[in-house]
């Protein structure tokens, strides 16, 4: 992507953590970048292109925040699941929340609209896979199953945090690391793993 790229799909994502879908639209984007009347229009033409150009933006952004590539082997650091994933989502808690707000206004809007459903999907796709051959490693019997259950939990704590009745505070990392290992406990060994 280009910077006036960037510019445009950062802009767009800051409008709807701010004013919500209904604030989203091309002139409200140029206003909000300094950018001439006109230049959304010609970078994302339609409001699908826009909404594509946010939800991909998004995924770029989400992936910085949480490095999911740099995750751990769990066959080499069993622990380090657990710092890596606790860690993420306490940078996220901590110093993204507006990336969330955004990301769940797309994803209310995905459920309305078959094509961007589609779009959204897909780009989610690039977070799951990865999650998914680490639960395979860590010996998960159902890695596909347990990937659902991880995410769930993680979105869960977000939601609750960003915008749900946990918003004043975002627990710290041993918080979440203790939480994560909960969960994980019982999905590999059918109990919390001991002094956890």
């Known amino acids: 992507m280009t910077a006036r790229a960037d510019l445009i799909a950062d802009t767009a994502l800051a409008l709807l953590a701010e004013r919500g879908m209904r604030g989203l639209t091309h002139r409200a984007v140029d206003e909000a970048a300094g950018l001439p009347q006109g230049s959304t229009s010609n970078s994302a033409r339609t409001r699908q292109a826009l909404l594509e150009t946010a939800v991909r933006r998004l995924a770029d952004r989400e992936a910085q925040v949480l490095n999911v590539e740099e995750l751990p082997d769990p066959?080499?650091?069993?622990?380090?699941?657990?710092?890596?994933?606790?860690?993420?989502?306490?940078?996220?808690?901590?110093?993204?929340?507006?990336?969330?707000?955004?990301?769940?206004?797309?994803?209310?809007?995905?459920?309305?609209?078959?094509?961007?459903?589609?779009?959204?999907?897909?780009?989610?796709?690039?977070?799951?896979?990865?999650?998914?051959?680490?639960?395979?490693?860590?010996?998960?019997?159902?890695?596909?199953?347990?990937?659902?259950?991880?995410?769930?939990?993680?979105?869960?704590?977000?939601?609750?945090?960003?915008?749900?009745?946990f918003h004043s505070a975002a627990p710290s990392r041993e918080e979440l690391r203790t939480g994560f290992a909960e969960l994980l406990g019982g999905m590999l060994f059918g109990r919390p793993p001991a002094g956890r």
């Open 75 to 165: 066959d080499a650091d069993p622990d380090g699941l657990l710092d890596a994933v606790s860690l993420a989502l306490h940078r996220y808690l901590t110093g993204h929340r507006e990336l969330l707000v955004a990301r769940y206004e797309l994803a209310l809007e995905a459920t309305r609209r078959p094509e961007l459903r589609a779009f959204y999907d897909e780009t989610g796709r690039r977070f799951r896979e990865p999650l998914t051959a680490l639960m395979r490693a860590a010996g998960s019997a159902r890695p596909e199953a347990h990937t659902l259950s991880l995410i769930a939990w993680c979105e869960g704590v977000m939601f609750s945090c960003a915008v749900g009745p």
